[in-house]
């Protein structure tokens, strides 16, 4: 029982590595020597590829694939994407952001946010309250701490999350809210409505949201900004409604992703894989290829449960091999 926390890995020479239990490849190049880990691009396991959050176990043969600077991402720094197990090792990656440039990190800093920010579909005049939660002192300070790595991306969705949740509780009227059988939203004071999802504007948990009556359709959600719910809303007021999502569910909510890719074989199979590593179950998928250009297109529509999962997953898609772009259109 005293060694089940830890994990005992092997170099090519046969020298043994003492690691935290899941300890990953790049936990193995770190804790050789810092600089091997800042160099760290790949690994293989007993002579096997493997991707860097692979989990080692005892015995393994760890064999790291370096290059020929110092480059470590930015990811590696999120525990839940599972690059490095020990904080000690984040720590290291921390420290060599901070010693770059506060140009640099300001730029990366200000892509990361932009990038992320739009995939989620976050608008532009939102980023004043984002910069107040996450304790700034302005836009240009937000930037630095994303590019320094004092902020991860998750805790910029975190905050997105927490900001943009409809910010007051239901006010129940004289009969309770109610929520038909396999709704994700409860609506204020009215009867057992069928509702669905505005495909205008495609609202996803937790962006604040409004409910249209559509005589014979029942109450559509859109988006609390949805330009299409303002132009209705100007002629029949009277059929909007107060609606928010509700606090239990998690059956999901349907999006289409787009991905841009370079054509390569086996691609389809990695997306595929990506998100049923993420437990997401794929409702369609589509695939064109552009021969002469060389690229693929995979236009995939799947349930996710909120805004940080759809941030994951698109952030993860991105980083599979040839692809060039992966972004939500609906």
């Excluded at 691009?41 to 015995?59: E, F, Y």
């Excluded at 809210?177 to 669905?196: F, H, N, Y």
């Excluded at 997401?280 to 589509?286: D, F, G, K, N, Y």
């Amino acid at each position: 029982e005293l060694f089940e926390d830890r994990v005992y890995a092997l170099t090519p020479k046969g020298e043994v590595v003492d690691l935290p239990r899941a300890a990953t490849p790049l936990d193995f190049a770190y804790s050789i020597h810092t600089s091997l880990g800042h160099r760290c691009r790949g690994a293989k396991v007993n002579g096997r590829i493997v991707p860097l959050t692979h989990a080692l176990s005892n015995g393994e043969i760890v064999e790291i694939i370096t290059g020929k600077k110092e480059a470590p991402s930015r990811d590696w720094l999120a525990p839940e994407q599972g690059y490095l197990v020990s904080a000690r090792n984040r720590g290291k990656v921390r420290a060599w952001f901070r010693k770059q440039d506060v140009g640099d990190n300001r730029s990366a800093g200000r892509a990361i946010a932009e990038r992320e920010l739009a995939r989620i579909g976050t608008r532009p005049e939102q980023f004043a309250a984002l910069v107040q939660e996450l304790q700034a002192r302005d836009a240009d300070h937000l930037y630095q701490l994303l590019g320094e790595g004092e902020i991860t991306v998750t805790q910029l969705l975190q905050a997105v999350a927490r900001l943009f949740q409809p910010p007051r509780p239901v006010v129940r009227a004289a009969r309770p809210a109610a929520r038909r059988r396999g709704s994700p939203v409860e609506i204020e004071g009215v009867g057992d409505l069928p509702t669905t999802l505005a495909r205008c504007c495609a609202p996803l948990r937790p962006q604040p949201i409004m409910g249209y009556v559509t005589l014979g359709r029942g109450v559509t959600i859109h988006r609390s900004d949805c330009p299409s719910l303002a132009r209705m809303r100007a002629v029949k007021p009277d059929r909007v409604l107060n609606v928010e999502w509700t606090a239990a569910d998690s059956a999901g909510l349907t999006v289409e992703i787009s991905v841009n890719a370079y054509d390569r074989r086996g691609l389809v199979r990695d997306v595929s894989d990506l998100l049923a590593l993420e437990r997401l179950s794929i409702e369609a998928m589509t695939t064109t290829t552009d021969r002469a250009a060389g690229t693929a297109h995979v236009l995939v529509t799947v349930a996710v449960n909120d805004l940080e999962q759809l941030a994951r997953v698109l952030r993860r898609l991105g980083g599979v091999p040839n692809v060039m772009q992966a972004r939500r259109i609906r």
